[in-house]
Structures are given as structure tokens and as C-alpha cells.
């Protein structure tokens, strides 16, 4: 702080008064804030001090202007009270920590008009680019918004535009499922959760992995066999499984889209006397916490979620410079983990 000429009560230092104070120009005052090479060692120890000395604070909004950035980005989801999106959240928090940005998180709701203001890279709320999961507006919108609005995919991602996808091989991953049901001595398969309407969605694109897998194994899997979903809840799972309690006895396992459809489908096995694994084995996708403590515990495909969060920034901050390149697909490594809900007979 310094003292106002007329004797009032003292403002905020500013740039020229550090200028003044180190015996420099305003220049060279601007070359040490923002940490820019080419300022002898003494001079800028001589420019901090003076900082020190008179509390000089950086205008946040000066920063912005000069650099055209606010180092804020949004990650768009449809829910966020669900396990695997929270702890998605936190690990994307966490990657823009070590990156430099902070994540604004909203919870879209499946809202046509939400999601596309999220595609939208949210006017007039200063926000660099955007971390992205739509599941209601049409992919052709979102494909032509991205190239104006910098953006990274996750969940579904687009053939074509500027928005880069992030995610582990969702068709390996149910390749690895089918095989390991297969050694467990599984010969007849339901898959729940996928979404014809939605091909380049997570659950279409698992579910093409599952096909894929039970052809090549010389497994069954009939196409009533095959429900599909719109949204993975537990209340759904429950609900799905309702519709496969006939074909027990027939099916010999359920492999479902997400760790959530999948304890509803076993808290409905549970509820009608289908025993897990013995009579029916699961397995779900996201590894979510709760899954370890279910009974039976719930095998699943879990994502390195750390690995993922700091692609998806790598890949964002690019776009936010100016990337316009055709979109990108970045793998990240999946695990399967095996509990008691797909244990061998």
C-alpha cells in the first residue's frame, strides 16, 4: 500500500510505484511479474523486494487481458452425484491443479439447451475450454461448436470437429470381460446397457467389444439377451435385471455397462434367489468404490483415473493455444479387476 497524494487513505500499490521504488522501467517490472527470462539475477531480486515492500498484488483481470486466458475450465457432466463422476471430478481438479487451471464443474441434467451452452464454452463466464459429457444434444452441434470452442471429450466422442476424446479402449476392455467370463467356464451372455442411437456412445461401443468377443469365444448371446439403456443407475440395473429373471437358467452371465447397473441387477438377483456367482455371474465397468464392499463384491474395469484427468488436460491445453487440428483419440490403460461376482464355478 502506499499514501494518497491528498492524504487520504492509502491505496493499492501499482505497477509504476514498484517501478519507482526498484530504480526500474515499467518494463522490466512486467518481464519479472510474469516470470520472463532475460532479467539479470540482481535486477530481478531488486524488482521483488520492492513487490514485498509495498504489497504489490497482480491484477487478476490485467493478467486476463494481457494474455486472453483466465486459466478456467469447465467440466460439463450430466450428474455429478454419481461415484464415478465425482471421483472423476476430483481427479480432473486435481490434474488442472498441477496444470494451472481451475475446473468450474456443472451438472448439465441431460438438458438439450444446458449442453449446449456447455458447447457453447459458456458465454460470458470467461472460460477457457471446456471438459465435456453430453448425453442429450445431438453430436452433429456439438461437432460443429468445437471448433470454435476448445474442448476435450469424455464419455462419447465425435468422428469428426476439433474435440479431442479421452478415454480407456472400450471395446478391448469388453473383449478382456468376455474372455475372462469364458475361462471361468461362462457360456451364455446378456450384455445391459447399450444404445444403438448413440453408436459412438460408451455403452454402444462396449457392447460392440462384447459381440465382437463372444463370436470370436464361440459363446451364445441372443439378441433379447441384449438390453439397452439411456441412463446408468442403479434403480435401471434393478429394473434390467427384472426383465432377465425368465432366462435364468438360460444366461449364465450379465455383463453390464457401468459398476452401477450392475449392483442393481444383483440386488434384484439377490432379492428373487438368483445366487451371484453361482447361478448368474456380473461384472461392471469404473471400479466405484462401492463395488468392493457389495456382497458378493463386484468385479469390474477399472480406469487409471489420475493418467486420464492429466490427458485430458494436456489435450485441452492445446486446443486452448490455438490446436485446431482434426480431433484426437488418447487411450488410457484399463485393469480388470476380479472379485467374487465372476468367480469361476
Not at 468376455?178 to 460408451?202: C, D, F, K
Not at 444366461?251 to 442393481?264: E, H, W
Amino acid at each position: 500500500m502506499t499514501s494518497s497524494a491528498n492524504g487520504g487513505p492509502p491505496r493499492p500499490a501499482r505497477l509504476k510505484d514498484v517501478a519507482e521504488l526498484a530504480g526500474v522501467s515499467l518494463k522490466t517490472v512486467t518481464n519479472v511479474v510474469h516470470e520472463r527470462r532475460h532479467v539479470k539475477a540482481e535486477t530481478r531480486a531488486r524488482v521483488k523486494a520492492a513487490i514485498a515492500e509495498l504489497g504489490y498484488t497482480p491484477s487478476l483481470v490485467g493478467r486476463q487481458l494481457q494474455s486472453g486466458r483466465s486459466n478456467i475450465v469447465a467440466l460439463a457432466v450430466p450428474r455429478i452425484d454419481e461415484p464415478y463422476l465425482g471421483a472423476l471430478a476430483h481427479a480432473l481438479i486435481m490434474a488442472g491443479e498441477r496444470h494451472g487451471y481451475a475446473v468450474f464443474t456443472d451438472e448439465t441434467g441431460r438438458s438439450d439447451e444446458h449442453e449446449l451452452r456447455a458447447a457453447g464454452g459458456y458465454p460470458g463466464h470467461s472460460i477457457d475450454g471446456v471438459i465435456y459429457s453430453p448425453l442429450a444434444v445431438d453430436p452433429g452441434r456439438v461437432t460443429e461448436m468445437s471448433r470454435f470452442t476448445p474442448m476435450v471429450m469424455l464419455g462419447e466422442h465425435l468422428s469428426e470437429g476439433a474435440a479431442d476424446y479421452v478415454a480407456i479402449d472400450n471395446e478391448q476392455s469388453a473383449r478382456d470381460v468376455v474372455r475372462h467370463l469364458a475361462e471361468g467356464g461362462r457360456r451364455r451372455i446378456a450384455y445391459l446397457g447399450g444404445n444403438p442411437a448413440r453408436p459412438s456412445s460408451v455403452g454402444q461401443l462396449r457392447q460392440l467389444g462384447f459381440g465382437a468377443a463372444v463370436r470370436e469365444l464361440g459363446l451364445e448371446s441372443r439378441p433379447e439377451w441384449l438390453l439397452r439403456c439411456d441412463r446408468y443407475s442403479r434403480e435401471t440395473g434393478a429394473a434390467m435385471a427384472e426383465q432377465l429373471l425368465p432366462r435364468i437358467g438360460q444366461i449364465d452371465a450379465v455383463v453390464c455397462a457401468s459398476d452401477l447397473l450392475a449392483i442393481g441387477a444383483i440386488r434384484t438377483f439377490t432379492e428373487h434367489q438368483v445366487r451371484v456367482p453361482d447361478d448368474v455371474a456380473v461384472i461392471g465397468w469404473d471400479n466405484i468404490v462401492d463395488g468392493r464392499y457389495l456382497t458378493p463384491s463386484l468385479s469390474s474395469v477399472a480406469t487409471d483415473m489420475d493418467l486420464l484427468a492429466d490427458r485430458t488436460f494436456e489435450a485441452l491445453i492445446s486446443r486452448i493455444q490455438g490446436n485446431r487440428d482434426p480431433a484426437r483419440v488418447y487411450t488410457v490403460p484399463h485393469e480388470l479387476v476380479i472379485r467374487e461376482s465372476s468367480r469361476p464355478r
